[in-house]
């Protein structure tokens, strides 16, 4: 509005910036009020409710803002002590038979004491009394070791898909020509005698997006998800851990189609030859013979097995024969297409002003979607310190943007440099050759 002071519009800058502050909506709203626009600090102080319901500050402020008279305190007591406490007369103390007027009530009886309320004191206590004693779920299950099969939480089908990935067509090509498009074609499927199952390994750089494309993968199939981690499994009681295996590709059969995703392979699945402890050595027999499906009698149909990890060498070998995680991705750091998506993504709810894409894209090579994030947050931090300092607010621009990009390094330098040496030197099999081709491009051999 043309006739706002500039401190108001500083503020309503500032909250549209960050609707979920309620302090500073509040803020915003006393002012409103202290200015004599009482409409709008209604409606500011209705949307502070909207985020914190039961808000006291934010119901005073409304009530003034409407002219209404404060909320009179209620006494703790006023239950035990209002006129519907009364006790009724007993056959001690009968009702009197004389003219009483309107709001005479009859004394109770020497020596007797009110009747108690019970139920308003359940109700006073009932949600600060808790049990007196806490039981094991588990003991009472009667498996004092691990939980069943159900405890296990698998996500329903998402409604993330491939389309929802920017950029990075290479990888969505190969995902649909290797894994997804046998799984969409059930005659073609039957005709070459391919199984309704599979194993895909996504090995990269952290930060780049391995987590999402295995939801868009489950959410291309309409399976359900199950995440499973190196903390999901060990557990310190002898043969718990393995029995946890067991019980989330259990859960995952029943559920099929269902997407096992395990995320960093190589702590859950750690080389045998290098690991000493001998629970972690049964984890991975365990996980083999469930990948393979021997433990049921039904097989692996309808279970879809997705691992990631950073550093595919410290896999054990046997888990990337064929029939197990036969089928390797490497998922490299968003090119420009997807660079653009996550910056646009990162900035979409933050006060900015004629920032231009362009050039933050230019300036980001190699970055991974973690870093992106990161240099959004630096560049917030920017605006915002300056704006605590000048008293107003000020939009965050392109200059803040490169300034932070200028600032952060790429995180996928160094896992290139390690990544170098096994591409040159450790590419059994031609496991590498992808990675071996992404370094030659980039000429970094």
């Known amino acids: ?37 009482n409409d709008e600090a209604v409606a500011e102080a209705a949307v502070a409710l909207q985020h914190a319901p039961g808000d006291a500050d934010a119901r005073a402020l409304m009530m003034r803002a409407m002219g209404m008279p404060p909320a009179p305190a209620t006494a703790p007591t006023e239950r035990a002590t209002g006129p519907t406490a009364t006790p009724a007369p007993t056959e001690s103390a009968p009702e009197p038979t004389g003219p009483t007027g309107p709001t005479e009530r009859p004394e109770p009886a020497v020596g007797k004491a009110p009747a108690f309320d019970w139920d308003a004191a359940e109700q006073q206590v009932q949600d600060v009394v808790g049990p007196r004693f806490l039981e094991d779920p588990q003991a009472a299950e009667g498996d004092g070791a691990a939980g069943d ?20 067509d290479e990888v969505k090509e190969r995902l649909e020509a290797a894994f997804l498009a046998p799984m969409r074609n059930p005659e073609l499927r039957r005709l070459y005698g391919k199984s309704l199952r599979g194993g895909l390994l996504l090995y990269g750089p952290p930060g780049c997006g391995k987590t999402f494309i295995a939801r868009a993968v489950a959410g291309e199939l309409g399976a359900n998800f199950l995440t499973v981690s190196l903390s999901d499994v060990l557990d310190m009681w002898i043969g718990a851990s393995e029995k946890n295996i067991h019980d ?27 690991t000493h402890h001998s629970g972690l050595r049964n984890v991975v027999n365990q ?6 499906g021997i433990a049921s009698g039904a097989g692996n149909e309808g279970v879809f097995v997705l691992a ?3 550093v595919p060498w410290d896999v054990d070998i ?35 002003e004629a920032v231009d894409l362009g050039k933050l894209v230019k300036v980001t090579e ?50 290139f440099a390690a990544a170098r040496n096994v591409a040159m030197f450790a590419n059994e099999g031609g496991l590498y050759d992808d990675l071996l081709a992404h370094l030659k491009r980039k000429r970094k051999l």
């Open 318 to 352: 046997a888990l990337r024969r064929p029939g197990r995680l036969d089928r390797t991705l490497l998922v490299l750091p968003p090119d420009a297409t997807a660079r653009e998506a996550i910056l646009r993504y990162h900035l979409r709810e933050r006060p900015i």
């Open 248 to 274: 989330i590709f259990e859960t995952a059969r029943r559920q099929a189609p269902c997407v096992v995703f395990l995320d960093e392979l190589d702590a859950l699945g750690a080389k045998r030859s290098r």
């Open 1 to 37: 509005m043309a006739d706002e002071s500039p401190l108001i519009r500083s503020l309503r800058a500032a909250v549209a910036a960050a609707p979920g502050d309620v302090p500073l909506r509040l803020h915003f709203a006393e002012l409103l009020l202290s200015e004599g626009r």
């Open 287 to 292: 996980l083999l013979t469930e990948l393979d």
């Open 149 to 168: 099969a159900d405890a296990w939480d698998v996500d329903a089908p998402g409604a993330v898909r491939l389309a929802d990935v920017g950029g990075m």
């Open 366 to 415: 190699d970055f991974s979607g973690a870093d992106l994030a990161h240099v959004c947050e630096s560049a917030a931090e920017a605006a915002l310190l300056d704006s605590a300092r000048s008293g107003s607010v000020r939009l965050i621009t392109t200059k803040d943007l490169l300034g932070a990009a200028k600032q952060i390094k790429p995180s996928t330098e160094p896992w």
């Open 308 to 310: 990631a990890t950073n």
